[in-house]
């Protein structure tokens, strides 16, 4: 009698440890198949599309890897490749040296210190494509603000949107203008959780503020500098919305990056497995990226906490 | 002070001013141009409307559909970040407290970073295949789903980060006086877990408002397009609209300067989406 209702407690615990064990992971769950659902999911099924030939949007059936080929046959993928790189080359240098200097000036007590970085992050949190609208707005040749104001200083009107050179350099300053921020934000507070006794004491022992910058600050910011970069260098590959509004990938192809191009040739063309072959391929670099960007997030989490 | 410090200081306040300026001058001038009237507008630069007019804006709503544009902004992003802050919440508070075998917890993280950092445009083609195999393309249903999906990986992040904040003690008094788990998380953590989830509310809400590339590839009519999608419709045409699409800028950037004017402090935290805690 005592035996059996032992083994009924015995066995009655048994599954109340299973349950309770299992909630963890019910409840994880419902997340985790959303999150499949819209980033696994779209990249097999990407990967599938790449071998699959296409025809008026409709799915031709398998063609192996000639998807591939064409794409590495192309020159005007390898032009948006390099378009692309030089871009991000561009913008991520910039900004991170822009956000370093504001995060630099603004790291200190400051009067209105709040309203002062509102200001300066507010083109960060409006939408990329109300960001190209402005833009547009100050580049426009006949209602702009950028011509008249060359014009004043005795220079020609650049024209911005109409030539290849000034539209990329007008498209770099419009990305410059809206991501100086995320960079000033980011370094901020690395600067701000800093330990200020070595600073401190390099200032007591007489140290210049170049040389305390360059001996104690830098060093210290190394690690939040490069979550910054490799952050914001993911994000710089796949820039479309502004250039989708400014220039569309003109004049030329000389804007045209990879994403402008893959969007073309999915969505103009119908070329979804050609599209998606040219996306693989950056999805690579961006994988490595990220696993790069986690390992240093999780080093400078340990460095700042 | 001494002098050199007021002039150092003197330097960075003029530094921040034009810093300042740089920033907020183009805001100025997109504003400044939706309330001109059309003559005004190209008659050289004004940096104050010569007259002051609203007809912009009322040519937005009536020639526009700018009505039917808000309206599915409001449902849709409403939606998802609801469904998003329930999938999320949950998976954070189990990431938070749990300890999980098999390397469960590296292999969620490792998720939610993806959904973070793949592009838009790598989703968007695969996804129009699947949609229009279900008939979701150009539904509104179509973008909530997507929607919610890709900002619950947002959601796990920062709530996870808030979640690890409140002490453990509280919901184990709670539940050795006989609450359950679930009972637990509801009426003691998500309640001290809130200013932490209103503030992942309102990044989500901005987050998905502002989503382009997404809504452009997987609508096609003013049925189910969204704010930005709407504004970049006023752009395609041969001769550009300057008045309406000026101000559709400005209603597509209005809501969330406000929020961040609202919500200063936290909103920080959310922009560096956790990359520095």
């Known amino acids: 009698m005592t035996t059996a209702t032992n083994i009924v407690v015995e066995r009655e615990g048994r599954v109340?440890?299973?349950?309770?064990?299992?909630?963890?992971?019910?409840?994880?769950?419902?997340?985790?198949?959303?999150?499949a659902a819209v980033s696994l999911y779209p990249t097999l099924d990407g990967i599938r599309a790449s071998l699959h030939r296409f025809r008026y949007g409709l799915d031709m059936g398998f063609t192996g890897g000639d998807n591939f080929t064409a794409v590495y046959n192309d020159p005007v993928f390898w032009q948006a490749i390099g378009t692309t790189?030089?871009?991000?080359?561009?913008?991520?240098?910039?900004?991170?040296?822009?956000?370093?200097?504001?995060?630099?000036?603004?790291a200190r007590e400051l009067r209105f210190a709040g309203l002062i970085r509102v200001a300066l992050i507010l083109p960060m949190t409006i939408a990329p494509v109300v960001v190209g609208v402005i833009w547009r707005l100050l580049y426009a040749s006949d209602i702009g603000v950028v011509d008249p104001l060359f014009q004043a200083l005795g220079l020609g009107a650049p024209h911005v949107l109409a030539h290849p050179l000034s539209a990329f350099l007008g498209l770099v300053t419009v990305d410059v203008w809206e991501w100086t921020p995320l960079l000033f934000l980011i370094i901020l507070a690395g600067l701000q959780s800093m330990p200020q006794d070595p600073l401190e004491a390099a200032r007591v022992d007489g140290a210049s503020a170049l040389q305390t910058f360059f001996h104690h600050t830098l060093p210290l910011l190394r690690p939040v500098l490069l979550v910054a970069v490799v952050l914001r260098t993911i994000d710089a590959v796949g820039t479309f919305d502004q250039i989708f509004v400014l220039t569309k990938g003109g004049p030329g192809v000389s804007t045209q990056l990879i994403s402008i191009y893959a969007y073309n040739t999915a969505f103009l063309f119908n070329q979804y497995g050609r599209a998606m072959a040219m996306l693989i391929g950056v999805l690579v670099v961006l994988i490595l990226l990220m696993v790069a960007a986690v390992r240093l997030m999780r080093r400078s989490s340990q460095v700042i906490e | 002070m001494t002098l050199r410090e007021r002039i150092g200081m003197t330097f960075v306040y003029l530094a921040l001013g034009v810093a300042i300026l740089l920033a907020l001058f183009p805001f100025w001038w997109m504003v400044d141009t939706s309330l001109k009237r059309p003559v005004d507008i190209f008659s050289g630069v004004a940096l104050w409307p010569q007259q002051l007019t609203l007809d912009s804006y009322y040519r937005l709503a009536n020639d526009y559909h700018f009505g039917s544009f808000l309206l599915n902004s409001v449902i849709i992003v409403s939606s998802a970040v609801a469904v998003s802050l329930g999938l999320g919440t949950l998976a954070a508070y189990a990431l938070a407290r749990f300890r999980m075998r098999f390397g469960v917890r590296q292999m969620a993280l490792y998720l939610v970073l993806l959904v973070r950092m793949l592009p838009g445009i790598m989703l968007c083609i695969p996804l129009y295949i699947v949609l229009a195999k279900w008939g979701l393309l150009n539904t509104r249903l179509g973008l909530i789903l997507i929607y919610a999906g890709l900002n619950t990986s947002f959601v796990v992040w920062m709530m996870q980060s808030f979640i690890e904040e409140i002490p453990r003690d509280i919901e184990e008094a709670a539940m050795v006086d006989g609450d359950s788990r679930l009972s637990a998380l509801w009426r003691i953590v998500i309640p001290l877990a809130a200013p932490g989830l209103v503030a992942t509310a309102i990044f989500s809400v901005i987050t998905t408002y502002n989503d382009f590339i997404i809504a452009l590839t997987l609508t096609s009519t003013p049925d189910a397009q969204t704010i930005p999608v709407g504004v970049s419709t006023l752009i395609g045409k041969i001769e550009i609209q300057w008045g309406p699409m000026a101000a559709a800028g400005v209603v597509g950037a209005l809501p969330i300067v406000i929020f961040a004017l609202v919500v200063q402090r936290n909103f920080v935290r959310g922009l560096t989406l956790g990359a520095v805690k």
């Open chain 1, 16 to 35: 109340q440890r299973l349950r309770a064990a299992s909630v963890p992971y019910l409840l994880l769950l419902p997340a985790v198949i959303a999150l």
């Open chain 1, 85 to 106: 790189a030089l871009f991000v080359a561009f913008v991520v240098s910039i900004e991170t040296l822009l956000g370093l200097l504001l995060a630099l000036l603004v």
